[in-house]
């Protein structure tokens, strides 16, 4: 197999599949020599089924690197996510919560540490959590080198506290804070963002989930766990579920018989349709507000700015693989990557 | 800071973000300085923290040019889409309107004028709006300088006024006319647009709304306020609402209390996640069927094809921001951008 | 004219229109002509209304071309994917399957034939189908170059038969065999695929459908004809239904008064809106579960890994056009391409 041929079939290779850069760990990663040798046999028709010693080889290292990463998973990294955030409660009851933006370093999966943005050192920020009727109070702190705001999406506020930059507030400059003050209406499943040059901002970190009080479910169900589950895929993050890429992201485990209240956040660029393996997902709210019929999916499509809300019974025992249905989102030949997770039930 | 550490500073910037062309309004705009300086500082491990000029410039330069373009909205441009057309009753009670596609100069947003094709020299084209019942007869005017046809997407036609072309019909020729008729046999929220080349020609501009009846409300609300909201993203006209980009696109004004009906189009190539602020989008129909359980939403995915019909109650005073949630599709490190908008309640 | 000014004009249509390497059958393409005349009549101030006689030709010589290529539906090519798999009954009852996974070439078009991957020779696998209440046995025989596994996709079984390379089972290597036992325990419309490099081995061809049982109808109508319609985008296959591209794309017939049930799989890497001319579509299922309130739609999006199932009335004689209403997935200047097909009604 001369050189030339090699790197023809690489080519043909890298057009047809269309690899994304973030599934090459190293750039002094070896060639695919499995696609080169595929085509090389293809190629052959002198020899058409003969056993190809280089294609032998090939597939053995690439299952060994595959298993490698695979088996990897979940991996340590540096820095969590999401945590619940307890608030300071004012004289007048007021919960009042701070959220400090600054520029970090995130370690998004082992090797992979990046220039991000964060509420309080977190990717997401802070997971808030109140009552229905409470007077809420959040304090901005932009300790970032550049101006922000948040807006509150999902959320009722008065205009003024909507934050949005040059629509309803001046951007927050880099040494100040601004001071959003919210009645917490109704029952909520809502996010804030950052709404100044959100395209870089959010993607950079700056999001987390806002609730208001217990989604109501069918047959008044109390759900033995309940996640944020925030989708991500642009910017310095990428492909993530809460601010993570396999092998790094989180798997969640239940018992036999327990159920689990997932709320999606799509805080991202793109529409992704998340599978669930073995477990039904039944979907009982959307944007936060309770469906009049839920129904049942396997995989279910969440856009840019919207929630889904599933409930899961883990009825089967077992490692449920969880993922993203964008195969280039979940899947690589270096093995799995990206939006994949497991739900693992005992 | 040399040369060489910003331009890379660059570099990494615009792979990360892949900021789209259409965000840089000049060619001659200056380099993102905000974003060499923040490489810059996370690139300096003497001064972590030490306060950098440059970044002081920076944001504060940018601020600047985002509250500028922001705060220039909304833009006047010339032309305006989507206007009603008033039919010609014929004797015998046919109601007839004529479509002229023509090559135009369409101004998408001030200083962005384009190569567009249009009907009656309107993007989106006129809106047609008949009643259950109806004769309708459309007269189409070829004086493009190509081959064109119209398909009535959503509108029960017979098949050989279906407008595909090379199935149904022959393509129009430049200079010719051709002459669709239709029942308007059920209440539709359709529209129609060329099936000939339809990957340049309905981004170009040529597709309009075609609406029968008046779309049935929950509890037979009247509402106060009735508008078409088409969605493009590809070809001469790119991300725009109703044929204008951000800042030209036309904000919506409600008084307190108003109920507004909005049948969104999507004209275009991609999905997009329509979000609006502070009011919520009751969910009544899908491509123009009502639906038996509306839902609420305030994220909202359409597809290229699809038409959803939503319900908003003014029930809150303010300035409330109206956009696609792909976030590079709505915003930029130069201020909004593309698919961004303003339902205003006074 | 001069060549410049046609090559500026090409330059700029191809970054307008961002034409797909798969609409441009040939390498040596005439260049297109009509685009070049179009600029070059809007450049020149001078006769802004003059005929043009390139234009007139380019447009005539498109046209031809268009016809010629749209008339050539439904073109004849090597190889149909999807086909009934008959089952070999064992002794106590199990229904055997053998799926072989075989590296193929795989005629899309006529004058496409890509290097694929597939079960039994066909693209999509064959189309498997059981009754609730079955034993079924499927036996994999890997005679692919590299490890694959079967994963399935809306079926229960047990935890260590969900075939996730590196997850619940070891890949299987080339020249080996697994056997995966499932209980067919309720009705469903599934489908099975690769999950071992599946952004390759699904592309490629490794997928097929696997229903249990009726789906329940509204009014427990007994559809006339029901198929699988299968979609994918990328990879060795790129945009096709069913495995096959425009002009190759299958025509579905069916006699006026006929109903018609259709499962649509995505089994690529893109949502698709699945617009059918003319006929209503009642979507009844989503993920293979049957929907309490079943809603009518003209536009239907598929995002990868979901099924929907909408039945269909053939109450309008003619040739209705079927296709991703993503513009670029099945127009293009050169006629219809990628995902196009037709059903007729006589």
Chains 1, 2, 3 share one sequence.
């Not at 959003?180 to 709404?195: K, L, M, P």
């Not at 709210?285 to 840019?304: M, Q, S, V």
Request: charge should be neutral; charged fraction near 20%; hydrophobic fraction near 40%.
């Amino acid at each position: 197999m001369t050189r030339t041929k090699i790197l023809a079939g690489l080519a043909s290779f890298s057009v047809a599949l269309a690899v994304p850069w973030w599934t090459v760990p190293q750039e002094s990663a070896p060639a695919p020599a499995a696609a080169a040798a595929r085509d090389t046999a293809t190629d052959d028709p002198a020899s058409p089924d003969a056993p190809d010693p280089h294609a032998a080889m090939d597939w053995k290292a690439m299952d060994k690197e595959m298993a490698k990463r695979d088996k990897s998973f979940p991996a340590k990294t540096k820095g969590t996510g999401a945590q619940p955030l307890a608030p300071k409660i004012l004289a007048d009851g007021t919960k009042q919560f701070t959220l400090t933006a600054q520029n970090i370093k995130w370690e998004v999966e082992p090797g992979k540490t990046v220039d991000a943005m964060a509420y309080n050192g977190q990717i997401p920020g802070p997971a808030i959590r109140v009552d229905v009727g409470d007077r809420v109070r959040v304090i901005l702190k932009n300790e970032l080198r550049e101006s922000t705001v948040i807006h509150w999406h999902g959320i009722p506020v008065t205009n003024k506290m909507d934050g949005v930059a040059n629509v309803t507030q001046d951007p927050v400059p880099p040494g100040k804070s601004f001071t959003y003050d919210i009645t917490a209406s109704r029952q909520s499943v809502g996010w804030f963002h950052s709404h100044h040059d959100g395209v870089k901002q959010v993607t950079s970190g700056l999001w987390g989930t806002f609730q208001i009080g217990d989604l109501p479910l069918p047959g008044n169900v109390k759900p033995d766990k309940e996640i944020p589950f925030s989708l991500q895929d642009s910017g310095a993050l990428g492909l993530t579920f809460n601010g993570k890429s396999f092998p790094a992201t989180a798997p969640v485990r239940l018992k036999k018989g327990q159920s689990l209240l997932v709320h999606y956040y799509n805080a991202g660029d793109m529409p992704h349709p998340m599978h669930l393996h073995g477990l039904d997902q039944l979907v009982v709210a959307k944007d936060g507000f309770p469906l009049e019929d839920p129904y049942k999916a396997d995989t279910i499509l969440i856009a840019p700015g919207e929630r889904y809300s599933v409930l899961i019974k883990a009825d089967q025992l077992g490692t449920w693989s969880w993922h993203c249905h964008i195969l280039s989102h979940s899947e690589s030949s270096k093995g799995m990557t990206g939006m994949f997770t497991e739900l693992i039930v005992t």
